[in-house]
């Protein structure tokens, strides 16, 4: 029994089918590797690998989400919930298989997560073959960006004013405490996350993301943090998020709800449990967790904002035998 549960499919209903048919193909691409004898992690590879091929919904992969300064950079992350290790990268230059990075950071580092030109580096030596990220679209949305006086962006306190202007910026003569308000636009960013569970009760889990769009250069968001983007043990289950990944790496939303669902809790007890935690804190934030445990019961959870009141995931499982989209409304 395999779960594919996907945190992409999360737009305006509108723009759902075209998003979801790249899913279904992802999923069904995964999905054969698991039946063919592959592993889960295998399965989660190959997964995330064709989206970030695909360029899911521009914000999985090459040539989306430029940021200050134009550049497509790349977070990936996979976890083996049978030995509790974990591949990541950040911040990745250059090349376009983050996934296959952060799995060779996995097998072949005692590391745990390498970020950078560094990263980029070490994905050239592993054999990776390193090329322009940017696109015409990228390049795009970046002009425009600019034409619009860099707005929006993710400066605060800063001078000249972020909310007017372009940079170079410097921190403020005078300095006090403020709070901006968020840009909860669910168009900037988005993450794909699987989990995969065979009947074996092996579980693994990944993460691929080109990021905020228009972020300051360097930035990392949760998707390559583990507990954060996603964590999974065999012993318990995994979980997955998706959406603004500065907040909620504040709250390490995977770890928690794999220890509610290793304490007995209900899988969509646990992700509502871990967005709630984050929502008594940041109310108006965007942002969904899947989860799944051992027995091969799932959930999910979202953050109500405006244009966001329904979350879509998918699922394959051997009783259906191919990808199905489930939705569940935010609160």
């Known amino acids: 029994m395999l779960h594919w549960l996907t945190t992409k499919c999360t737009r305006y209903l509108s723009r759902l089918c075209q998003q979801c048919l790249c899913q279904i193909f992802v999923k069904q691409i995964s999905w054969s590797a698991l039946q063919s004898g592959g592993s889960v992690l295998d399965a989660v590879e190959r997964g995330c690998a064709r989206c970030e091929m695909e360029q899911c919904d521009g914000s999985v992969g090459y040539g989306g989400s430029p940021d200050e300064s134009g550049e497509t950079t790349l977070d990936a992350l996979i976890m083996n919930g049978d030995t ?15 996934i296959g990075v952060a799995r060779a950071v996995m097998e072949h580092t005692e590391h745990t997560l390498l970020v950078g030109e560094s990263a980029s580096v070490f ?20 002009s425009e960006w600019l034409k619009g006086s860099c707005q929006p962006n993710y400066r605060k306190n800063v001078s000249p004013d972020p909310s007017k202007s372009c940079g170079p910026y410097r921190p403020k003569a005078t300095w006090k405490q403020s709070k901006r308000a968020r840009h909860a636009n669910i168009h900037a960013h988005d993450t794909i996350g699987m989990i995969a569970l065979d009947r074996d009760g092996h579980v693994a889990a990944g993460t691929s993301t080109n990021g905020l769009t228009h972020k300051v250069p360097g930035r990392v968001g949760d998707s390559p943090i583990v507990g954060a983007g996603a964590y999974v043990d065999s012993l318990a289950g995994g979980a997955a998020a998706t959406g603004d990944g500065d907040v909620m790496m504040r709250f390490l939303p995977s770890y928690l ?27 108006e934030f965007f942002g969904a967790i899947i989860c799944a445990n051992t027995t091969g019961h799932y959930g999910a959870a979202c953050n109500k904002i405006p244009g966001l009141t329904k979350f879509h995931f998918m699922v394959a499982n051997s009783e259906t035998n191919t990808p199905v989209l489930k939705s569940v409304d935010c609160f």
Do not use: Q, W
Not at 127 to 132: P, V, W
Not at 269 to 275: D, N, R, T, V, W
């Open 257 to 283: 709800a794999v220890e509610l669902m290793r304490a007995g809790v209900d899988p969509s007890a646990a992700c509502k449990s871990a967005i709630s935690r984050i929502k008594r804190h940041y109310s």
């Open 84 to 98: 509790m290790e974990v591949g990541a990268v950040a911040d990745l230059r250059r090349i376009k298989n983050a």
């Open 123 to 142: 994905a050239e030596n592993m054999g990776f073959i390193a090329e322009d990220l940017t696109t015409n679209k990228s390049v795009n949305i970046f």
